[in-house]
Structures are given as C-alpha cells and as structure tokens.
C-alpha cells in the first residue's frame, strides 16, 4: 500500500511523531477457516486485505492530510466453518484482543482503527461490534467495521446494493450463496487469482437445505415483537440447516459461476459503503451498526 506506513517497521520516535488527531490504523480481521476444494484456507483475510488497499487508496484521496498505518493482520475469528481445518475462537476472545489493541492506540492519543472483513459468522461479527461500542464508551475512540453492515446488504438483498453490484440474489454472498460460492470465488479472482486452486470451473454447486423449521417458526413469533430479528432469524434458519445438514459440503453456492468482473463490482461497492462509515467517523459521530443477530448478541458467549 503505497503511502501507508508499517506499524511495527516503525521506531518509537516515528510513533511519538504522528499527529493523533490525523492518524488512521488499518487492519484485516478474520478467522481460518476452510473453503471448499478450490481457495485458500485464508480467503476471507485475503479478500479482506486487498479491501484494506482499496480503503487506504480511498482515504488517500479523499484525505490527504491524514496519515494511515496499517497493523498486521489479524488472523482471528468466531464461529468458523465448524470442519478439520478451521482455526476459531471464542466471540469473547475475540472482542478482548481487539479492546486490548484499542487500549494500546488510546492510550497513546490515537482515535481511529478502521477494520477490513470478510466473515459472516454471526458471533464473530456479534464480537466485533461489542468491541466497537465499548471502545467508543471507554475511550471515544472509533473501531469501525463496515462489513457487519455490508452482510446484512447482501443477505437481506437491499435493492440499492444489489443495483450497485449488479449482482443477483445466489450470487452476491447471501444465504444460497454463502460460502466460497459464486461470491467468494469472484472476489479472490480478483484480489488473489493466483491462489484459486485450477478445479474451481469443475466445482458443482452446493444447493441449501430446507431451512430449519423450529428456527423458523422462533422467528415468526419474535417477528411480531422486532420485524429486525424476526428477519435476521430467517438467516439464522438457513444457517443451521446447512451447517447442520450430516452431507453439508464445505462451501455454499456455485463456484463455477464467479467472475472476477463480479469480484470487483463487489469490491468497489463495499468500498464505497465503508467510506460513508468512515466519513462519519472523521466527522466525529458516533457510529453504531447492527449486524445480523444483534437481538441474540448474548449468544456470543456460548462455547464455540
């Protein structure tokens, strides 16, 4: 990332030397976890650095007088694809690692941690905006995450979204295509070609299961106190019922299908989505995102 300086490249004279008011960090978040036969065990944090340069570029232009840092990433993450292969920890830990880098960069006067992300695991994204609003009560400082807004975008099929990508529902990381599907696999074309395996035309599409109809039904009663979770249970449904489904195969949707031209649709719109959150951040509002599950957020804290 041209511009962007290396955190621990840095001497500590360097660090004293930025101006806190003026200093964005950067940082890839995500867990291990597999992919299907055809990408990398670790996708969801390729896909969410190459978000990170387009972050900084987009900073870069818009705010030239702010200077941006990027931290190593973060290979961390809950409720990962529950096969031999992933690596995941718990939500709870997940939100302390992050409160305790927040701690660290407060403490020195910095304000800004603006995050890169490409898991839709409920509780990891349920972690990731504990830490958010906490950090914001204990130190105003901002812990921004845009995918926990762009994941309710793309499963909940909001039409300006949709328009924007040009992508249709199965095709744009919703829940019949959830998981290194015809999404997935379109962004790595595009962030990371080289590390999609040569069998991902040869994949044959994992179609989702009825969904769970207890779940369901939990939904429709809660719908009437909360249209929000009622909706987001819909989701909850779905997941269940494939991640409990005994010839669950280890992705979601249809591989043979993605496009790096729809990899980079997905890429830029997700950009813009995340700038409008980072604006508001540097205009000193408060940032509050809901994501998927919020209403369950106690849920977190179950073993993972």
Not at 107 to 112: I, L, V
Not at 133 to 158: C, G, I, K, S, T
Not at 180 to 199: F, I, K
């Amino acid at each position: 990332m041209a511009g962007v300086i290396n955190y621990v490249r840095m001497s500590l004279p360097e660090i004293e030397a930025l101006d806190r008011e003026k200093t964005i960090f950067l940082m890839a978040v995500s867990p291990i976890e597999v992919h299907g036969p055809h990408l990398p065990l670790g996708t969801d944090v390729f896909v969410a650095e190459e978000l990170q340069r387009r972050y900084a570029a987009a900073l870069q232009k818009e705010f030239p007088d702010y200077t941006l840092v990027s931290l190593p990433s973060l290979y961390l993450g809950s409720d990962a694809l529950p096969l031999k292969g992933s690596l995941s920890v718990p939500a709870p830990l997940l939100r302390k690692v992050l409160l305790s880098y927040v701690k660290g960069l407060a403490s020195q006067g910095f304000r800004y941690l603006f995050l890169a992300d490409n898991h839709g695991g409920p509780r990891h994204q349920m972690a990731i905006e504990a830490a958010s609003r906490r950090a914001w009560r204990r130190y105003r400082f901002y812990l921004v995450d845009p995918f926990n807004h762009e994941f309710r975008l793309m499963v909940q099929h909001d039409p300006a979204f949709l328009k924007e990508t040009g992508l249709e529902p199965g095709s744009c990381g919703d829940d019949a295509d959830a998981h290194a599907g015809t999404n997935e696999t379109s962004l790595m074309l595009q962030a990371d070609p080289e590390q999609v395996r040569e069998n991902w035309r040869e994949v044959v599409p994992s179609l989702p299961p009825p969904p769970n109809k207890a779940v369901l039904l939990l939904g429709r009663i809660l719908g009437i106190f909360s249209s929000t979770l009622g909706k987001d249970i819909k989701h909850l449904a779905a997941t269940l019922a494939w991640v409990g489904d005994p010839q669950m195969k280890p992705y979601m949707g249809a591989p043979a299908r993605a496009a790096a031209e729809a990899g980079e649709a997905m890429l830029k719109a997700r950009t813009g989505v995340a700038m409008r959150f980072f604006r508001d951040a540097l205009a000193g509002k408060e940032i509050r995102i809901t994501p998927l599950l919020w209403g369950l957020r106690l849920l977190q804290n179950l073993p993972e």
